[in-house]
């Protein structure tokens, strides 16, 4: 499975066009329906996850330490990443993963405070440039279907 169930669940949810999927303790959520910049926020975060799981495999290839990178969360790579290379603010990170803002800043505190590992930085490196570049590649792409 390239996303685990809780992304697919977010995922889902946010797609959903679905009423009942909005609420949220009780409450109704602010959006019931994604605006299209919003569901392209979306992708390009599911995107991003998709490359750090998809370089998870290589990086005990990457450092010498193989259990100080298994033991990194690709979740928090995924949102320090999309925070750091896709310039989007903790909390629009954080309703796009149905996760608090408070985890978001404890996930790109708890990477940043890991930097100091060159293995990682260098993997961060990687990772980050895959994920501009795609995303890059998604907003030219999207934009030549806007004008079919």
Known sequence: MLFDDSISASASAFLSHDRS???HSGKMARSRLPSP??????HHCLQM???VLAIEDLLPIVSRSRHRVRERNSRLITLYLCH???GLSQVAIA????ISRTSVREAC???ENSRDDHHLDVVLEIVGR????????QEVSLEVDADD
């Open 84 to 86: 750091v290379v896709l």
């Open 37 to 42: 910049p919003r569901s392209r926020l979306l």
């Open 49 to 51: 996850e998709h490359t």
């Open 109 to 111: 505190q708890a990477v």
């Open 21 to 23: 999927q909005a609420f």
């Open 95 to 98: 309703r796009i993963f149905g």
């Open 130 to 137: 895959l994920g501009a570049r795609i995303a890059r590649q």
